[in-house]
């Protein structure tokens, strides 16, 4: 019985020690990756302020959002954590994958900052980008707008075409990641497209 | 003994379920908060990057080095999970609460990006704020430009001064927090000298 007993120790303590959402306020590994709704929409990743942050960008302009609505706005990028770390190791996204767009309204001068743009409590808009091999493409586009879950944007869609034939690393903005760019240099991971992108910019100046 | 192995497993299930390093990428509880040197230097935490992000700013007055600069940064601001945590339960920040400040320089048009700006690989700066009772006034700031650990900056100084009259809970600029600040009104944790900053400028207009 006690041989019994340490033998549960063993099994439980591994168990015990996968992501703990109220100590890493990470999400769990099922909250982490994509979770779709019975008729296969995808569920708003309610947690993704706790996951790994990849970068924020002001008034960019590939975002027709940003771009239609007319005044100053941040995008802040996140992914999950365990995707980040295979992202470390390889240089590329695993599947399953997803990364939230999170787009912010922009103020100026308030409080002590007299100068520049802080970020401000208004969220303008929340895109996600998942990695899947059920989808076609193996990536998917979502977007929220309110709603808890949202149905993929089907193909052909300007989203889709912008990051393939743009974007870095496997059809995401990689470029934009400052922590990640380097990484996916020195792991040969860089796209085709990107190359062609850059050595044509470089020819040019 | 059984009754022993038992109560070793409520013993080890605990310490099993604290925060994962290789699992949630956000560093162990030690490595969590401020590490100091034997001399009594902060060391730099080195996977700040893992931790909760809070909030990135362009081209902000109140640091010093961005007014200096003459060029365009941005201000991502990160803090260690556990304080984050502790945070969203009480709207004030924990003993051993660090902040880290992490100045980044901003590119314009690049890539596919035609306006507006996005962050550089390039870090310009590393300020970490770190809540500790044995420092005078129970915070204390650390500059790094290369090296990994840090002298606390002495008082007075203008950082103390500007985060104590100007900082909307506990010296820090949670005014500047998009998802704090309005936990913190709800708490009550807001500062006097915030307040009173927010109420003349309501007056003035």
Same mark, same amino acid.
């Given at each position: 019985?006690?041989?019994?007993?340490?033998?549960?120790?063993?099994?439980?303590?591994?168990?015990?020690?996968?992501?703990?959402?109220?100590?890493?306020?990470?999400?769990?590994?099922?909250?982490?990756?994509?979770?779709y709704?019975?008729?296969?929409?995808l569920?708003?990743?309610?947690?993704?302020?706790?996951?790994?942050?990849?970068?924020?960008?002001?008034?960019m302009?590939?975002?027709?959002?940003a771009?239609?609505?007319?005044?100053?706005?941040?995008d802040?990028?996140?992914?999950?954590?365990?995707?980040?770390?295979?992202?470390?190791?390889?240089g590329?996204?695993?599947?399953?994958?997803?990364?939230?767009l999170?787009i912010?309204?922009?103020?100026?001068?308030?409080s002590?900052?007299?100068?520049?743009?802080?970020q401000?409590?208004?969220?303008m808009?929340l895109?996600?980008?998942?990695?899947?091999a059920?989808?076609?493409?193996?990536?998917?586009?979502?977007?929220?707008?309110?709603?808890?879950? =949202? &149905?993929?944007?089907?193909?052909?869609?300007?989203? @889709?075409?912008?990051?393939? #034939?743009? !974007? $870095?690393?496997?059809?995401?903005?990689?470029?934009?990641?400052?922590?990640?760019?380097?990484? =996916? &240099?020195?792991?040969?991971?860089?796209?085709?497209? @990107?190359?062609?992108?850059? #050595?044509? !910019? $470089?020819?040019?100046?």
């Open positions: 019985m006690l041989r019994f007993a340490l033998l549960v120790i063993v099994l439980i303590v591994p168990q015990q020690g996968a992501v703990q959402p109220s100590q890493t306020g990470a999400g769990n590994a099922v909250a982490e990756g994509p979770n709704t019975a008729n296969g929409e569920k708003m990743p309610e947690r993704y302020r706790e996951w790994i942050f990849l970068t924020s960008g002001v008034d302009s590939y975002s027709p959002n771009a239609m609505a007319g005044h100053s706005m941040f802040n990028v996140f992914v999950n954590p365990s995707a980040h770390r295979a992202f470390l190791e390889t590329t996204w695993p599947d399953k994958t997803t990364l939230v999170e912010r309204g922009s103020e100026g001068a308030s002590i900052n007299k100068r520049g743009h802080t401000s409590p208004e969220i808009g895109e996600v980008h998942v990695k899947d059920k989808l076609e493409g193996g990536w998917g586009f979502y977007e929220f707008d309110g709603p808890k879950s =949202a &149905k993929v944007i089907k193909r052909p869609a300007g989203c @889709y075409e912008c990051h393939e #034939g743009h !974007a $870095a690393v496997d059809t995401t903005f990689v470029q934009f990641y400052p922590t990640l760019l380097g990484l =996916a &240099k020195s792991k040969g991971t860089l796209s085709a497209a @990107y190359l062609k992108e850059m #050595g044509a !910019a $470089a020819g040019s100046k």
